[in-house]
């Protein structure tokens, strides 16, 4: 049971680059969750997804879209990176609205 | 959500029971408390929650007063690698679905 599992760990990208991150859980759980953490920052909800097929805004959810296609994964997609998207990213998944939250180990993304 | 709280940093003694407050005056009724922390650099780890009765499991202990207006979570033998920036959110049973993460509270467990 690996949990929740995010690809990939590390990125860089330049501005203007486009890419998809990938969350996967193996406990088949409803509820999935997109977070970004700034420095010194706490979490700030980007996306979620309350099953397969739906996806909801969250807080920040400017400049990123999701998809939910599967049940165990979670995508989140940068059409056009920004400098300001520098951030590490956590995907969660929770097995009920009111359970707890499950994260990943986080994706640390650079855009220059 | 309620807003929360916390003592910026703390220590705590290898071995010791650490005790983290956390103040939510205006929880309402069918707000629960979680508690979350994060070591450096992981993802935010699931400690415990409760809506009004202690609670407690393999991680910790949850107290929450009798007006529910604050809350301690109690690492009972904290040990090195409980050091961490630990969270305590207020969330609402029927609410959305984000979890309000403030700045915490940096828990170091001294040797």
């Known amino acids: 049971n690996a949990g929740v599992t995010q690809t990939p760990k590390f990125r860089v990208l330049k501005t203007g680059q486009s890419m998809t991150l990938l969350c996967a859980q193996d406990m088949n759980h409803e509820y999935m969750y997109w977070y970004r953490q700034d420095p010194g920052m706490g979490l700030r909800l980007i996306h979620y997804?309350?099953?397969?097929?739906?996806?909801a805004k969250g807080e920040v959810p400017d400049g990123y879209n999701v998809s939910r296609l599967k049940k165990q994964n979670f995508l989140l997609g940068l059409e056009s990176a920004a400098p300001s998207q520098t951030s590490v990213y956590f995907c969660?998944?929770?097995?009920?609205?009111?359970?707890?939250?499950?994260f990943g180990p986080g994706t640390r993304l650079t855009v220059t | 959500d309620a807003k929360t709280t916390q003592p910026t940093s703390m220590d705590c003694a290898e071995g010791r029971a650490a005790n983290l407050p956390c103040n939510h005056s205006t929880i309402s009724g069918n707000e629960y408390v979680y508690w979350y922390r994060q070591i450096h650099s992981q993802g935010p780890q699931y400690i415990i929650h409760g809506l009004k009765n202690n609670e407690t499991n393999e991680m910790a202990s949850l107290i929450i007063t009798e007006d529910r207006k604050s809350s301690t979570l109690i690492l009972p033998h904290a040990t090195l690698r409980d050091t961490a920036v630990y969270y305590c959110i207020v969330r609402a049973a029927g609410g959305n679905e984000k979890l309000t993460f403030g700045t915490g509270t940096r828990l170091t467990i001294i040797p």
């Open positions: 997804s309350v099953g397969e097929g739906t996806t």
């Open positions: 969660a998944s929770s097995p009920t609205r009111r359970g707890e939250q499950y």
